[in-house]
Every structure is written in structure tokens, then in C-alpha cells.
């Protein structure tokens, strides 16, 4: 018995399918409709195992389907929009090492291929030529008539996503504002989550500066709890970053180097007036804004001067990390002599309750490191006790007498307030970071930027969200369970930028100095 081939086999059936036109679905009013799609494979490089999965499911229904004798449309497009694939190019033009060896040994690229691969557009043609006969080898049921890639270099394509926007636009749910996104430095462009090497899913969040007097300037202070004030005993300042005395806004502020880039960013005026390391500060006396109490700059090494404003104040009664650090620096008595500060600076220094949350005592901070057993700051268990801590305080936690006028009130209820009052009276400003590091495909570390003319789609608009909340119900989901999620994302959805000046795709119709972003 001659031994079967099944690869001759495949052939000769993918070739008579072929000859038939049998997956070629033209109109016809007189057969039901059936569209079945996958999610476009990027181009950046070949399909992977992700990609056949996938699309077998997608083959196996429209077969099915067909089989009822539904007209059946399986269409098949290429994805080439976005950052991806002009950061992978630009990376080969500038000789990364890394990515050349990776597209060589494990993407198989011939040389004088990869030469050519500095034009983004080839790159895309390349692996979209290898992919095509890939997906034709499998044997998946699509009608190659309707094949399309994702960029204005596919006119028919182009258009369709012109319409689009033209109609949010005049619906009103494409708008021009002011917002914070995430931007790439060296693209001059906002970064998407499918342009980022590193940091999908992270957005700009908001940060409460509390201004504390330092002679004639201010060291304002990052915190998403600004009612801890009450309670602040000390600051730390990293001794070994770089600050620096800058004019924002006119008034003269100490930040770190890196804060008054991100704040240069973010529609404020910065002057640098001189450069500095922490250490300058360190045993320095500061005063709190509500009392003018003078308390004491201490080291420390955790503060990461690349978070915010690179300045920290500190509630041992409150926050497991301000507390384990200062006692990691009372057992470093010759540390703190190297900058002038005694230990009985550091014995002077009394939690401060200010918050009451069943369960806990006066000082649920260094209970809490007690009953978990944390050793110090590098205690992994450190981490889950601050949020533990937060969590309880925020929702249940009552401010107490030492919080003047907001004592008897739940942090939660009152929390907005104190932002709102501590803002008006000069004591508190604000600045957008990133809670995690955010990189761009082009290799550059991403900041917050807030634009006052980009392009955004308008998802926090109450209407749009009934919309689509309407069609998640009335849709057929299989499994049943995953329709919370459509659900979950669209409350979630908030005003997003749409539009980048850098990439592949689409230019938007009516401002075609922009082009539409990947994931919009």
C-alpha cells in the first residue's frame, strides 16, 4: 500500500474549491445573509498559532453556515494601521540589533529582504505576501475578491473609514478639547495601546499637589490622598536624584528634573532657574500649609524622583510605607549623621491620627505592619497591606476633630470637597502621570500630555453610552456570560483620543494632518 500524501491532498482540494469560485458569495435576494470576520492579524510581522485558532472557529461556523444554505461572506483583511509596523521600520533604519537577529532567526527574513524592510510599507507587503499564502495553505473559506489592508494605500478601505468619522463627527461624537493622553516625546504623537512596547492599558491619572512652604518656594508634594494632610509628620526627598528650582506659573517650585518636563507638557509655563541633587534638602525643615507646623526633610531612597513630582510627605499613622520607613531609618544612626540629622529628629517624630476605620485602633498603618509581620520596605507583603489600608480608610474611614471642618465626614463623601477647597485657597494644584511605565513602539518613554486641539472620540457622552448599551442587549453573545463585559467596558470608556500626526492609516477627512488611531 502506497503511503498517503496528505499535502498532495490538501492541494488538490484547495485548488478545485479555488477553481469553483465555491467561497465566492456574490448578492442574492432570494438566500439569507450570513457575514462572518476575524480580527485583522497585524502585519508586523508572520501569523502565529493565535491566528490559526481563531480563524478554524470562524472557517468552522461560515462552513456551517453555508452548509444551511446561508449566502456566506468571509472576508479577509490585512492590519497595517498605526505605530507597530513605522516603529519596527525606524528600529531596523536605526540597526537594532535585537529586533534585526529576532526577524532573521525567528521570522526566517532573508537579508535582502530585511534591507528593505526601512520602508514601512514593504515591511507591511512582505508579511502580508508570506501570511496571504499561509491562511490560502490552511484552507479557510475566504473569498479572496474581498481581500483589503488597513491604510489609505487601500482606497475602497480608506473610504469607508472616512464615512465613519464624517458621521460620528456630525452625530457630535468626534470632538476637539482639551484632555490628558498619553504621548510619545519623539513621535509627537499620542501612543495608543496598540503602539506601545510596554504599558498596555495604562492612562494618565490625575495627582493632588499639596504645596508645602519652603522659604519663598513650595515643594509640592504628590498624593491621591490630600486629606491625609492632617496627619503629615515629615517628606522625603530622594538625596541621590536630580531637582531642580523651577518657576511654574510664576511661582518658584521644587521638583524633580523630570516633573518639570511632564509639567512643560501639560499647559503649564516651566523656567528652570538651577539644577540640584536631593541631598541639598535633606535635614531642612519645611512647614505644612494648614498649621504651619515645621517638620522635618528626611532621606529617602525609595522615592522614585521619574513618579509625579518626586516629592513624598509622609502619615506613618495612615500609610504602611511611610511607617516602615521611618523605622528603617532609625536603625541608621551613622547614615543620618552623614547629613546632619540626629536620631532624636527621628524619635520627635509622632504618628498623627487622623482618620477613624473600624477595626482598627488610632494608628492603622503600623497595626497593620505588626499583625502581617512586615520587616521592612523591600517586604512584598508591604504592598497589600497599603491597600488594605486605603481601601478600608477611603470607604469607611471618618475624618476626626483634627480635621477642622470636615471631621464626622466619610472620606469618600468628602473627598472631592477637600480637593475643591484646598485648590481655591492656594494650597493644592494638580499634574497627570502614569501610574506604570508606558513606552512607545518607537522605544521612547511616554509622558502625559494634555492637547488643547486633538481629536477625540466623545465616549463619555451619556446618549452614546445608552446607545450601546441598548445594542449589547439586544445582541446575541455566545457565551451569555461575557455580555457584563461589553457592558463593564462601556461605563468604563472614557473621552479618547483618536486621531495621532505619526503612523500608518487613515488621515482624518476633514483635518488630514492627522491620521486615525489604531484601536479607534
Not at 476637539?176 to 492599558?201: A, F, K, M, N, Y
Not at 492612562?203 to 515643594?219: N, R, V
Not at 511611610?322 to 541608621?332: F, H, N, S, V
Not at 482598627?360 to 489600608?389: C, N
Amino acid at each position: 500500500m502506497s503511503q498517503i500524501v496528505w499535502e498532495a491532498i490538501e492541494e488538490k482540494w484547495r485548488k478545485k474549491w479555488e477553481e469553483a469560485h465555491l467561497f465566492e458569495a456574490d448578492p442574492d435576494p432570494n438566500r439569507k445573509k450570513c457575514f462572518v470576520t476575524f480580527p485583522y492579524p497585524y502585519m508586523n510581522g508572520p501569523l502565529h498559532l493565535g491566528h490559526g485558532f481563531t480563524a478554524t472557529r470562524v472557517d468552522v461556523y461560515a462552513r456551517f453556515m453555508r452548509m444551511k444554505g446561508y449566502n456566506t461572506l468571509f472576508p479577509w483583511a490585512w492590519h497595517w494601521t498605526g505605530e507597530p509596523i513605522l516603529g519596527a521600520s525606524l528600529r531596523i533604519k536605526s540597526g537594532d540589533e535585537d529586533l534585526i537577529r529576532a526577524l532573521k532567526e525567528i521570522d526566517g527574513v532573508p537579508e535582502e529582504e530585511l534591507k528593505k524592510f526601512v520602508d514601512p510599507i514593504y515591511m507591511a507587503s512582505y508579511y502580508t505576501r508570506e501570511s496571504r499564502e499561509v491562511v490560502k495553505k490552511i484552507g479557510f473559506s475566504v473569498d479572496w475578491r474581498r481581500e483589503f489592508h488597513t491604510t489609505s494605500h487601500e482606497p475602497t478601505y480608506s473610504k469607508f473609514i472616512e464615512w465613519q468619522y464624517l458621521t460620528l463627527r456630525d452625530m457630535g461624537y468626534v470632538v476637539r478639547g482639551t484632555h490628558p493622553v498619553v504621548w510619545c516625546p519623539s513621535c509627537q504623537s499620542p501612543t495608543g495601546d496598540h503602539d506601545r512596547l510596554i504599558g498596555e492599558g495604562v492612562f494618565p491619572e490625575e495627582y493632588i499637589l499639596i504645596k508645602f512652604i519652603f522659604g519663598d518656594a513650595y515643594l509640592p508634594a504628590a498624593t491621591f490622598r490630600p486629606e491625609t494632610i492632617f496627619g503629615v509628620t515629615n517628606m522625603f526627598i530622594n538625596p541621590d536624584a536630580d531637582y531642580v528650582e523651577a518657576l511654574v506659573d510664576g511661582e518658584k517650585w521644587i521638583i524633580s528634573r523630570s516633573a518639570a518636563f511632564k509639567l512643560s507638557e501639560q499647559l503649564r509655563k516651566v523656567k528652570v532657574l538651577r539644577e540640584f541633587k536631593g541631598r541639598e534638602l535633606i535635614g531642612k525643615y519645611f512647614k505644612e500649609p494648614i498649621s504651619g507646623r515645621e517638620l522635618p526633610i528626611l532621606p529617602g531612597w525609595f522615592v522614585d524622583p521619574d513618579s509625579a513630582t518626586g516629592v513624598v510627605y509622609s502619615v506613618p499613622a495612615h500609610a504602611p510605607a511611610d511607617w516602615i520607613a521611618l523605622k528603617d531609618l532609625m536603625d541608621k544612626t551613622d547614615l543620618l549623621k552623614g547629613f546632619g540629622l540626629s536620631s532624636e529628629v527621628l524619635r520627635n517624630i509622632k504618628p498623627i491620627s487622623l482618620i477613624s476605620v473600624e477595626g482598627f485602633g488610632d494608628y492603622p498603618a503600623i497595626e497593620i505592619v505588626e499583625q502581617m509581620g512586615i520587616k521592612d520596605q523591600f517586604d512584598p507583603k508591604l504592598e497589600e497591606a497599603t491597600s488594605i489600608i486605603y481601601r478600608k480608610e477611603f470607604h469607611t474611614g471618618v475624618l476626626k476633630p483634627i480635621c477642622g471642618e470636615y471631621a464626622g465626614k466619610t472620606i469618600k463623601d468628602v473627598k472631592a470637597q477637600i480637593i475643591e477647597d484646598f485648590k481655591r485657597i492656594g494650597i493644592a494644584s494638580s499634574m497627570y502621570d502614569l501610574p506604570q511605565k508606558v513606552v512607545c513602539r518607537c522605544t521612547t518613554k511616554c509622558v502625559v500630555k494634555i492637547l488643547s486641539d486633538q481629536w477625540f472620540l466623545k465616549y463619555s457622552d451619556p446618549e452614546w453610552k445608552r446607545l450601546a448599551h441598548e445594542a449589547v442587549s439586544s445582541a446575541k453573545i455566545f457565551p451569555e456570560s461575557a455580555r457584563s463585559y461589553f457592558h463593564d467596558k462601556i461605563d468604563w470608556l472614557r473621552d479618547w483620543a483618536c486621531a495621532r500626526k505619526t503612523g500608518l492609516g487613515t488621515p482624518l477627512p476633514w483635518d488630514p494632518e492627522w491620521i486615525i488611531e489604531t484601536l479607534s
